[in-house]
Structures are given as structure tokens and as C-alpha cells.
């Protein structure tokens, strides 16, 4: 739950950055609004659109179980067509709310207005499409999840970049917003590196220049500066992405050349896109291997065995029994530990239980084991502590019990289960 308060907060920032920006750069001759109440109405528009997608949390956290949360949640609010409607509706409340203020838009208000709420609900489908959990925006034409294994959602660095804004802000809500923010990326940055100086000195400066410029430019240039930082950002994360994925597929065949790659999970460890979390995803015969290490794009300015994991992965352990993984220690390459079983096993106890059948319709680097005298299927990438944990479901006796959940989504495993 703390981490979806956080993920909203980051497409809140986001969201007000780019209507701030359009606000500002944009004029809009014979309009029937006054600029402040257009430059209103486009950040609210922005803000409260990259956000709503996620209402269904509201019924995913309702349904009152794990399976409820992981199939209907990134549902169909986070696609396409879920987010054209979404904006419809959101559209249509601000034209109420426009009539009750006795606002008189022109046509070309109205169209514009409802772009941006176009707008904002499709940028947050496509920050939600940059990281490891996934989405599957072509829905109902192409129900397969897709991954860009390139951010971490909650990332402090859009938040530092949310520093101009606090100069923006037209209420003292929404300072307090952004002055919080801004602590909390500091904070986060002591939570990923401990009380490395030049980590924890770079942000206090980084956020400090910013809220100078912020304080001393035009209201169009701090928003501009807070939103092509929250690109860069973007950028830098996607770019390292693609050099990790580069990496880890050449790893794999120099150390495991026996084996057949099918997937790898890539997660950056927040602040820090020279890191990453790795899970990769192999089969030999009917054996199926999943390893998880610690991966670094550039050894000589960090050492991977020097990396932080992402946020979670500290802990007492995990639920899936890892053994070490036979391969020599690189300075790229930190290897954490593997899980292995047979790929007849795994698909026998789906095919035997209608609620495995149900979490491999999310799951995308599987497990099962055997604890406390029950079968546990899970999904490696959320296996963050001993037990049952958010990805992990006991697996009762095989009965004729219908399916809970009707959802159109492919398996991302089905090549394991065949």
C-alpha cells in the first residue's frame, strides 16, 4: 500500500509538471478563460489524469485477496482504451465544474481541455510501461503483457526534479506537497546508500540549485527546467536499461551457454542506473532456472558485488529455496542465487489447481515450493521475505472449484506450461 501511495505521488509530480509546462508555453487567443484559469484547470486536468488509471485499486484492494490485487490491478484502466475513457469522464467533470463556476469556454477551450486530459491519463500508461511489473496497453486487440524493465516507478529523482515547482505553487497545500517530496527524496536516497556522503551531499545540492532556479527564472522556464529534468531522467533510465539487457544476454551465454534464454527482469536500483536487479530466466531440457544477482553497467565506477538491491530485496530471505549459482564472480555480475525445478512439475500444478492457473495470468518469473506441508506458487520478482508474501498463494487440494477471476490476460509464462 506504501508503495502505491508513492507511485501516485510520483505521476502527481509528474502530471502537474507537464500541465504547468503546457500552461505556460501555450496562449490561447480569443479563449473564453482567463490564463489563470486555464493554467488551473490544465495542471488539475494533468495531475488528477496521471493519476486516475489507478483507480482500480479501488476495486482490486476491495476484492479482499491477493488474487484480486495482482490480475485487476495495471487492468483495464491501464490501457489504451481504458484511459480514453477515463479522460472522457474526467472531461466531463470539469465541464460541470466549469458551469457551475459559470465559465463560459470557447469550442477551442473545450477541445483543448479535453486533450489534456487525453494527454495526462495516457502519460501515466506510459510510466507505468517503463518498469518490470508491466501492462498490456492493447487491450482488448493484443492481451500479452508488456515490460520495459528500463524505471522504478517510485524513483526519488522525479521528485528532486519537482523542485521548481515549489515556486509554481498557487496554494499552501501544494508547497507542502512538493517541500515533502523533496525531503523524501533525500530520505530516499539515505535508504538506498546509507550515509554515503557524495550521494547524500549530490542530492542536497541538486535539490538547493534547483529551487534557486526555480525561485529566479520565469514561471515558464521553471517548468520547463522540472519537466525536461523529469525527462532526462527518463532518458538516462531507458538508455542504461538497454545497455543492461545488452549486458545480461551476453553474461548468460558466456556462463550458462547450456541453457536457453526465455526472459530477463530487470529492475534499476532507485537513484542509481548504473545498478541493477536481475532476474534471468532459463530453460535446459525440462529444467527451468531462474537466477537473481545484482548487475552493473559501468564496474569500474561501481562494482556490482558494491550495489544496493532495489528497495524490498533486504530482508530476512525469500520463500523460494535459492542455492548459489555456479559461475565465477565478475565485476559487472553479482550473483544473489538461483531456483530451479522441473518445467513438468510446474506446469502439473497448474494445470491441477484453477488458482495457479489464475496467478500465472500476472506471474512472470515463477517458483513453487513446498512450505509448511503445502504447495507455494509465487513470483520471484515480489519474493522479498519468508512466508507468504505479496505474490505468493498457498495452493489448496485440486478440486472442481470454478476460477474467481475472468480476465483476458496471456500468461507471460505459458512457454513454461506447455
Avoid at 525561485?215 to 515558464?220: F, H, P, T
Avoid at 524490498?312 to 538461483?338: S, Y
Avoid at 519468508?386 to 477471476?405: Q, T
Avoid at 509464462?413 to 506447455?418: C, I, Q, V
Wanted: with cysteine; proline share 6%; aromatic share 8%.
Amino acid at each position: 500500500m506504501a508503495r502505491d501511495i508513492l507511485e501516485n505521488l510520483t505521476h502527481t509530480l509528474i502530471g502537474w509538471a507537464a500541465g504547468e509546462s503546457l500552461a505556460q508555453s501555450t496562449r490561447a487567443p480569443g479563449s473564453g478563460l482567463t490564463p489563470e484559469v486555464r493554467r488551473s484547470l490544465f495542471v488539475a486536468i494533468a495531475a488528477i489524469g496521471g493519476n486516475l488509471p489507478d483507480l482500480d485499486l479501488a476495486w482490486s484492494f476491495g476484492r479482499g485477496n491477493k488474487l484480486g490485487y495482482l490480475l485487476q490491478h495495471r487492468g483495464y484502466t491501464h490501457t489504451v482504451v481504458g484511459c480514453l475513457v477515463l479522460a472522457g469522464l474526467l472531461y466531463l467533470a470539469v465541464e460541470f465544474r466549469m458551469r457551475r463556476r459559470h465559465l463560459r469556454p470557447t469550442p477551442r477551450d473545450r477541445l483543448v481541455l479535453l486533450a489534456v486530459a487525453v494527454f495526462g491519463t495516457l502519460l501515466h500508461l506510459a510510466m507505468d510501461s517503463l518498469n518490470s511489473y508491466g501492462v498490456h496497453p492493447f487491450w482488448p486487440a493484443e492481451n500479452r503483457w508488456f515490460y520495459g524493465d528500463s524505471l522504478f516507478i517510485v524513483e526519488p529523482l522525479f521528485w528532486v526534479c519537482s523542485a521548481p515547482l515549489f515556486f509554481l505553487a498557487r496554494s499552501v497545500l501544494a508547497r507542502v506537497l512538493v517541500g515533502l517530496s523533496l525531503v523524501a527524496a533525500w530520505l530516499g536516497a539515505f535508504a538506498v546508500h546509507g550515509l554515503h556522503p557524495g550521494w547524500l551531499l549530490g542530492f542536497a545540492v541538486g535539490i538547493a540549485a534547483l529551487l534557486t532556479v526555480g525561485r529566479k527564472v520565469s514561471a515558464r522556464a521553471a517548468s520547463l527546467i522540472s519537466l525536461a529534468t523529469m525527462a532526462c531522467v527518463t532518458g538516462v533510465f531507458v538508455l542504461a536499461g538497454n545497455a543492461a539487457a545488452r549486458q545480461i544476454r551476453t553474461i548468460a551465454a558466456a556462463d550458462f551457454p547450456g541453457g536457453q534464454l526465455i526472459d530477463h527482469v530487470l529492475t534499476p536500483v532507485s537513484t542509481n542506473p548504473v545498478c541493477w536487479d536481475v532476474i534471468l530466466l532459463e530453460t535446459s531440457g525440462d529444467r527451468y532456472t531462474a537466477r537473481h544477482g545484482l548487475l552493473s553497467i559501468a564496474p569500474g565506477l561501481e562494482p556490482a558485488s558494491r550495489c544496493s538491491t532495489v528497495p524490498g530485496r533486504r530482508g530476512a530471505g525469500t520463500t523460494a529455496p535459492m542455492t548459489t549459482v555456479a559461475a565465477a564472480e565478475l565485476p559487472g555480475m553479482h550473483w544473489l542465487g538461483e531456483f530451479s525445478m522441473p518445467r513438468r512439475q510446474l506446469a502439473d500444478l497448474v494445470a491441477g489447481h484453477c488458482e495457479a492457473q489464475e496467478l500465472m495470468q500476472f506471474v512472470r518469473a515463477p517458483f513453487a515450493t513446498e512450505y509448511r506441508q503445502a504447495w507455494v506458487l509465487g513470483d520471484l520478482r515480489f519474493d522479498q521475505e519468508r512466508g507468504l508474501g505479496m505474490s505468493e498463494i498457498e495452493l489448496r487440494a485440486p478440486g472442481p472449484e470454478d476460477c474467481s477471476y475472468h480476465v483476458p490476460w496471456v500468461p507471460p509464462r505459458a512457454d513454461l506450461l506447455r
